[in-house]
């Protein structure tokens, strides 16, 4: 009977599983609008402590997670591209994200968490084509805020050149 007591003070059944909020950027082309596959890339955090590297080449990535500092109001990114086409630094591209911090508490069972508001984000367009914003407050929802979009060509529009 005591054990049943106990157990039950630790339910986290109203909780949802993302204890965080993260940013998820997904990766789409421009020309299609599809969802894009990326496996030669690097993302690493600029002005980040300690070791930044999020993503390594080698991981196929159709979407990541860009952490935001609770303590800062700016977070920013870099993506290298290591296709040995690309790899030039010179086409490396940055994200810059401005933002508003705020504490929230969700509850008992999940405790307290940031949700950060993106008031503008700048960013380099050597491959990326542009960046939609989908949803600006950023909760613990496991949902896609950011859309990166990536020049991309058919094999139709390859042929009529």
């Given at each position: 009977?005591?054990?049943?007591?106990?157990?039950?003070?630790?339910?986290?059944?109203?909780?949802?599983?993302n204890?965080?909020?993260?940013?998820?950027?997904?990766?789409?082309?421009?020309?299609?609008?599809?969802?894009?596959?990326?496996?030669?890339?690097e993302?690493?955090?600029?002005?980040?402590p300690?070791?930044?590297?999020?993503?390594t080449?080698?991981?196929?990535?159709?979407e990541?997670y860009?952490?935001?500092?609770?303590t800062?109001?700016?977070?920013?990114y870099?993506?290298?591209?290591?296709?040995?086409?690309?790899?030039?630094?010179?086409?490396?591209?940055?994200?810059?994200f401005?933002?508003?911090?705020?504490?929230y508490?969700?509850?008992?069972?999940?405790?307290?968490?940031y949700?950060?508001?993106?008031?503008?984000?700048?960013?380099?367009?050597?491959l990326?084509?542009?960046?939609v914003?989908?949803?600006?407050?950023?909760?613990?929802?496991?949902?896609?805020q950011?859309h990166?979009?990536?020049?991309?060509s058919?094999?139709?529009e390859?042929?009529?050149?």
């Amino acid at each position: 009977m005591i054990m049943s007591l106990i157990t039950a003070g630790c339910n986290t059944v109203g909780c949802t599983e993302n204890q965080s909020s993260l940013p998820l950027a997904g990766f789409y082309s421009s020309s299609t609008g599809t969802t894009l596959q990326l496996d030669s890339v690097e993302v690493r955090g600029i002005g980040a402590p300690g070791d930044s590297m999020l993503y390594t080449p080698g991981t196929r990535l159709t979407e990541i997670y860009l952490p935001f500092r609770a303590t800062a109001t700016e977070t920013t990114y870099l993506i290298h591209y290591c296709n040995q086409q690309l790899s030039d630094p010179s086409l490396n591209d940055t994200l810059h994200f401005v933002y508003t911090t705020s504490p929230y508490f969700a509850g008992e069972e999940c405790g307290a968490m940031y949700r950060y508001n993106i008031q503008r984000i700048e960013y380099t367009c050597h491959l990326i084509d542009s960046i939609v914003i989908v949803d600006s407050l950023i909760t613990n929802v496991a949902s896609q805020q950011i859309h990166i979009f990536y020049r991309t060509s058919t094999a139709k529009e390859d042929h009529q050149q």
